[in-house]
């Protein structure tokens, strides 16, 4: 799907996009080698039968991806509420649910707020998160409050 701007006025409630990724033993090494944090439950035996993806990085799997429909171009993202219900095995495929709960305009700017939430493969919930993000941080002109 080509991606739109992020144009305010495209950006409807209800809006909803899909998305999947494999956590795969590279992308938990990789955030190892960033964030520093080795813990023996992401590469080996862990009570959950198995090495299990470190807890933020599938809410950061949700930030690094972009709507499907719009660029993430000039977003800042303004507030994060995550819950998690349950581990992350390494190697299970993961889909991510996004859907646009709420825009809004506030301090004459444009934002909106999304909600994910992620499954393994067998549908149990790991993840849901809800992301307030500003659109554009310059100010909306006058004729557009």
């Keep these: 799907m080509e991606q739109q701007s992020a144009d305010f ?6 809006n909803e996009y899909s998305f999947k990724y494999k956590l795969t033993p ?5 955030y190892i080698k960033a964030s520093g944090d080795r813990n023996s439950w992401y590469t080996g035996a862990s009570p959950f039968g ?11 799997m949700h930030a690094s ?4 429909g719009y660029s993430a171009s000039g977003r800042v993202q303004t507030s994060t509420n995550s819950q998690f219900f349950a581990p992350a095995k390494v190697g299970t495929t993961i889909t991510v ?3 646009v709960i709420e825009r809004y ?8 707020d999304r909600q994910f939430e992620s499954r393994d493969e ?16 310059a100010k909306l002109e006058e004729g557009r409050k």
Excluded: F, M, T, W
């Design 97 to 99: 649910s996004e859907k």
């Design 26 to 30: 590279e992308l938990v090494e990789d």
């Design 9 to 14: 006025d495209h950006i409807q409630v209800g």
């Design 65 to 68: 991806s972009a709507s499907e």
């Design 122 to 137: 067998n549908g149990v919930l790991v993840c849901r998160e809800v992301r307030s993000s500003l659109v554009h941080y």
């Design 50 to 60: 198995g090495p299990i993806a470190p807890l933020v990085l599938v809410p950061r």
């Design 105 to 112: 305009i506030k301090r004459g700017r444009d934002y909106v």
